[in-house]
């Protein structure tokens, strides 16, 4: 009575396996409502999303905002032209005469003036096209985040595949441990340890299918969220697919990249040059203002007035002259708002210290990432043929009867560890490569075009 000894858990993890095998079909059942789409490249998900990406939008929306305030600051120094229109009409009563009297006055004004001499409001418009240069820098950031957002969600989704397909090889293998193990048993030549052994590893692989079934799941869903396209489905890399070496092998020709390059360094710069032009600005507070001003009206008195009861008159004036506003104290405002300003020159430099020196680690550390990625995928490449050779090695001596079946297991699960940890190496350096340009601030439609080249085309892959 053999099997009166196998471990009475084995009954009840039947109804482990029914639920797993039942979210299988459902994957299974979902891939094909899916099969008549195509999957779609990194390429096609970016610039999907651009129509979708929140960020991508305000930071867009800034920039044409931004735009429209340099035209309102220009204003400020164009000509301003008006014309005014007035109609009243009066009753006088002059006691004790009791003369009375009724007149209507009809009256236009042309009226139009021209800045001459306003340093303030140059000086609002020199800072307002730098700011427009600003919102640029943050529109370029938006771009490159929206491209990392994309390739990271993407990369994760492909990542979680492999990593489902490779623990369900896995299983597949043990599965197949655990049968020998039990014929041996049957047969008297292994003990009931073997095949307990055999159980719990399948038993395990069965709890990592569950967790690797779940992560493509939630990892399929945010790819969803972030592109905003329903039921997306990443092109898979193509097979042996040569990934990019890196193109600049010195770290301080990336840091100097990123310093020329990086928009939030730009950005601050620019920031530094509106403090500055904002205190040349508050000094203006003391300077004059100098305007040209005309004014062309014309009146009539259908009745004449209570002292002229006329017939009618009329009235043309014209008139042309310069204005000079000069302020002589203004309690102090202005040498207090010089004061200001000062500190926040102060202020803006700091912060582009910060971002110098933010650029300088993110640039590094995404550059050591990348190279040690690209070491660790030759290593594995190696451990993953000498996993192999030792697992061979363990099937033909438990065979023999030199090696037992847990070290056959161990050699099973060694393997299978070191393809997932491949797999996941092989995306960590895709993305390396685009989160190396980020810090740099060079990504861009080009950088995903070479990353793209990568993937299996659509047709290849329906």
């Excluded at 360094?265 to 205190?279: K, S, Y």
């Excluded at 508050?282 to 008195?301: C, I, K, M, Q, W």
């Excluded at 043309?316 to 010089?338: D, E, M």
Aim: charged share 15%; net charge neutral.
């Amino acid at each position: 009575m053999p099997f009166s000894l196998l471990p009475s858990g084995i009954a009840s993890r039947t109804t482990v396996c029914s639920r797993l095998r039942s979210a299988s079909v459902l994957l299974a059942v979902g891939c094909a409502l899916h099969g008549n789409l195509q999957a779609q490249s990194l390429l096609e998900l970016v610039q999907a999303t651009t129509g979708y990406d929140a960020p991508w939008q305000a930071a867009l929306a800034e920039y044409e905002a931004s735009q429209r305030r340099s035209d309102q600051a220009r204003a400020a120094l164009l000509p301003s032209v008006g014309v005014g229109a007035e109609l009243s009409r009066s009753h006088t009563r002059l006691h004790p005469l009791d003369a009375r009297h009724s007149a209507s006055t009809h009256s236009t004004a042309l009226t139009a003036s021209q800045a001459l001499y306003r340093p303030g409001e140059r000086i609002q418009w020199s800072q307002s096209k730098l700011a427009a240069e600003q919102s640029q820098t943050r529109l370029d950031t938006a771009a490159q985040d929206l491209i990392l957002r994309v390739a990271q969600a993407y990369f994760d989704v492909l990542a979680a595949q492999d990593a489902l397909a490779v623990v369900q090889a896995q299983k597949a293998a043990i599965t197949e441990q655990l049968a020998f193990a039990q014929r041996n048993f049957e047969v008297g030549n292994a003990t009931i340890t073997d095949t307990r052994e055999a159980q719990a590893q399948f038993d395990l692989a069965t709890a990592q299918e569950i967790s690797a079934l779940n992560t493509l799941q939630v990892r399929q869903l945010t790819l969803e969220q972030v592109t905003g396209v329903t039921a997306a489905r990443p092109a898979p890399l193509v097979a042996d697919a040569s990934l990019p070496r890196m193109d600049e092998h010195d770290v301080i020709a990336w840091v100097s990249r990123a310093q020329e390059q990086q928009p939030q360094i730009r950005q601050a710069l620019l920031a530094v040059d509106i403090a500055r032009l904002e205190t040349q600005r508050a000094e203006t507070g003391h300077l004059p203002t100098v305007d040209l001003s005309a004014r062309l009206s014309h009146s009539e008195n259908p009745n004449g007035t209570i002292t002229a009861p006329t017939p009618g008159t009329r009235t043309q004036q014209g008139s042309v002259g310069v204005q000079l506003n000069l302020p002589l104290f203004a309690g102090f405002a202005v040498q207090n708002r010089v004061r200001e300003t000062l500190a926040l020159e102060k202020q803006a430099s700091a912060q582009l210290q910060q971002a110098r020196r933010q650029t300088v680690q993110n640039t590094q550390t995404a550059f050591f990432n990348l190279q040690s990625g690209l070491s660790q995928i030759t290593a594995l490449q190696a451990a993953e043929a000498s996993s192999l050779s030792a697992l061979e090695a363990n099937q033909l001596g438990y065979q023999v009867g030199v090696r037992i079946n847990i070290d056959v297991l161990n050699a099973q699960s060694q393997l299978y560890q070191t393809r997932r940890d491949l797999a996941q190496a092989r995306y960590q350096v895709l993305l390396g490569h685009l989160q190396l340009e980020h810090a740099a601030g060079t990504l861009d439609m080009d950088s995903v075009r070479r990353i793209n080249a990568l993937l299996q085309p659509a047709a290849a892959h329906p």
